[in-house]
């Protein structure tokens, strides 16, 4: 494992000199700068004041990129359907709770609904794919049809309704991650 290279990529990912990390960690930047060519090793507390510094914690500092999964196939998503409200959601990537963001797709049948969620930190975007749907936001509602888009922060109940005679579909974004 390449320790420098990783606090290098990460430094300049955040737009940093090694001066400016140097003063964060209140190191020199000329040890920076070995560490960063592996000229030298930092003890545990020094290589944990740096990644403070970086803006993120050993166990993602140590995570294996290439082992994060980027591509999802329907076989790696998952379909709950609802027939007491008639709709049903599919997650379109699995353990997306871990994530920033958690995307699904909700089919909601002819008169059906998505439950109300309650109002929670974050921000919910959607784009209906295909029917007609109202977007209820507490007291008040919107009209989407096919092509449409929302967003908005989740400061009161909302869910979405199916009052017209076919199906609807909608790609809904959500953070942090409630579905």
Same mark, same amino acid.
């Given at each position: ?118 109002? &929670?930190? =974050?921000?919910? !975007?959607?784009?209906?794919?295909? *029917?007609?749907?109202? /977007?209820?936001? #507490?007291?008040? $509602?919107?009209?989407? &049809?096919? =092509?449409?888009? !929302?967003?908005?922060?989740?400061? *009161?109940?909302?869910? /979405?309704?199916? #009052?017209?005679? $076919? ?13």
């Amino acid at each position: 494992m390449d320790i420098g290279d990783r606090i290098k990529n990460r430094r300049l990912k955040l737009g940093l000199t090694q001066e400016e990390l140097a003063a964060r960690t209140e190191l020199s930047k000329g040890f920076i700068s070995q560490l960063e060519r592996n000229l030298t090793s930092p003890s545990i507390a020094t290589l944990m004041d740096i990644l403070e510094a970086l803006g993120t914690d050993i166990s993602d500092f140590f995570a294996r990129d290439e082992d994060e999964k980027v591509v999802f196939t329907p076989e790696d998503m998952f379909v709950k359907e609802d027939e007491e409200i008639n709709s049903s959601v599919c997650w379109l990537v699995p353990n997306a709770q871990k994530n920033a963001l958690e995307p699904i797709i909700v089919t909601i049948g002819a008169g059906g609904s998505t439950y109300p969620d309650d109002p &929670h930190e =974050g921000e919910e !975007f959607g784009y209906v794919l295909s *029917g007609t749907v109202t /977007l209820v936001l #507490g007291m008040r $509602r919107f009209k989407l &049809h096919k =092509g449409d888009s !929302f967003c908005f922060k989740p400061t *009161g109940e909302h869910y /979405l309704i199916n #009052g017209a005679q $076919r199906e609807a579909r909608v790609i809904w974004v959500t953070t942090p991650p409630s579905f």
